[in-house]
């Protein structure tokens, strides 16, 4: 059964660290590119950092760019993004996706597989 599993959010104060795992089960780690997606209150769901399986090139929405870096350990199937100096703007849930693509990209539609989301708030 494949499956996607994110942990690692909670509630920081601006300026903080949080680090977030994706944990993969049920296909290859090796061939599939890895994306971080996240949506605020009434907010769309946008794109934050993603990894290819390819060169393991990685791509950063702007407002990101930094402050946060996704890295993979395929040996552990698992997909990490470290948030640092975190924002209240910085506050929604976090999800990751797989595509079976080596290329990532931060289009949300072009993935095939989701998982259930943590929350990450930063607040005072």
């Known amino acids: 059964q494949l499956q996607l599993v994110e942990s690692g959010g909670g509630l920081v104060q601006p300026g903080g660290s949080l680090r977030l795992s994706c944990v993969v089960s049920g296909f290859t780690l090796d061939d599939s590119a890895i994306g971080w997606f996240r949506r605020a209150p009434g907010k769309e769901r946008e794109g934050v950092s993603c990894i290819s399986s390819k060169n393991w090139a990685t791509n950063y929405e702007d407002s990101v760019k930094g402050r946060f870096t996704i890295s993979r350990d395929n040996a552990k199937s698992t997909v990490y993004l470290q948030m640092n100096s975190l924002k209240p703007e910085d506050t929604a849930v976090y999800y990751c996706?797989?595509?079976?693509?080596?290329?990532?990209?931060?289009?949300?539609?072009?993935?095939?597989?989701w998982g259930q989301g943590t929350q990450v708030t930063v607040s005072s």
């Open positions: 996706a797989a595509k079976r693509m080596r290329y990532c990209t931060l289009t949300s539609g072009e993935y095939d597989y």
